[in-house]
């Protein structure tokens, strides 16, 4: 019988590789209960982590085993006393269909279940296999005039500097080549020495020759392993580094006909859009835009949590946009904008203002703009036909979304990043 010992040390941190191949081979089921989470959980608490469960045929294990069909199989079992070799072992007696011994009742359902495992997912690999495939379409690096940025790079080596930047491996191969070279010039310095002093005659020229003979005997012994010349350090410039720079405007209807449902939806995207966008970009403003008659820029909380309500005019939340990117955000921001709305509209002439806006002030100086529409009916809201004569779904998207199980899929075909498309 073959035996496979693993002789590896269990180092500190081993079981950190062994967890990352094991997400790996359940990657697939994460992927697919992303959708549950998102309509089952609050989306915020996801980001502090969560638990998916896999089913366990997915955790199955290789094995070694000797095939069947070839090679002897002689067995021996330990604590025998019954039986010799060559005797012939009787079957139990009954032993018939469904008599086990247990005691829980059978069940005669014919439904297949599997059993599941559960995985526990820090915040990091919760959020990752979230947002890894998406990016902000469009996004051009632009330098911001009155920002500078900089970053630490490695410069080769220098031999002035703090402690702590010492390198030891360099340091090292420097003193090495200095001690090879000292100790070849003394070794022929000595055998030159030596010889003299085995040809010389005169006593007063032996005894120099020898005390000059244990002087660089001492010297070639006595080699310091590290002088300041040896010593390098690693050096490290100051390098600009180009910024870049968005802003997203979160646009929100919380008119009166948008109900509590139609207001969770708004509020679940809204929050993934958020965690995406903090997670991914360091440099990314937020904009947040409440509107029912009147359109009033609010902080997060605000956004988030109020509870006003009213009636619905769209227009006015695209002009205190298309005013706050004018006055705030010059041609070096990449500017974005994500609408919701139940996409009533007060009548048909604000769906085309809200056109007219798109058309004239805001698209051509943004560089992506997704509108989602929270409905189910199956008549086209105006907002809805005025928008989709224009959208192109490179510039402008609009979807449509009721359930909470569309969000992800939604949210997946709107920020995917372009070259995975």
Known sequence: MSHIIDRR???????????QKFLKRVENQIKKAIP????????????TGGSVKVPVRGLEEPTFHHDPKTGKKQTVRPGNDKYSEGDRVPKPKGGGAGSGSGRGKGSNSPEVTEDEFTVVL???EFLKYFFDDLALPNMVKKLMDSTENFEMRRAGYTRDSV???LNIKSSYQQSLGRRLALKGVLDKKLALLEEQLSLATDPAEKAALAEEVDKVRRQANTLPFFEDIDLRYNNFERVPIPITSAVMFCIMDVSASMGQHEKDIAKRFFTLLYIFLTRQYKNVELVFIRHHTEAKEVNEDEFFNSRESGGTVVAP??????????????????????????????????????????LEDILPSI??????????????????QAYSRISDDDSFSIRQVYEPFEIWPVFQGLFRKRSAV
Not at 372 to 384: A, F, K
Request: aromatic letters at 8%; one cysteine or more.
């Open 36 to 47: 549950d989470i998102i309509s089952q959980e609050s989306i915020k608490d996801s980001s």
């Open 122 to 124: 820090s915040r990091e």
């Open 163 to 165: 402690p702590s930047r």
């Open 317 to 358: 939340s695209l002009k205190l946009m298309e005013q706050i990117m004018r006055t705030r955000y010059d041609d070096s921001w990449n500017v974005y904008c994500c609408q919701a709305s139940d996409g009533d509209v007060w009548s048909k002439q604000d769906a085309t203002e809200c056109k007219r806006l798109l």
């Open 9 to 19: 040390k269990n180092d500190k941190g081993k079981s950190t590789g062994n967890r």
């Open 367 to 384: 560089q992506y703009m997704a509108y989602i529409e929270i409905s189910n009916n199956p008549r086209e809201s105006d907002l809805w």
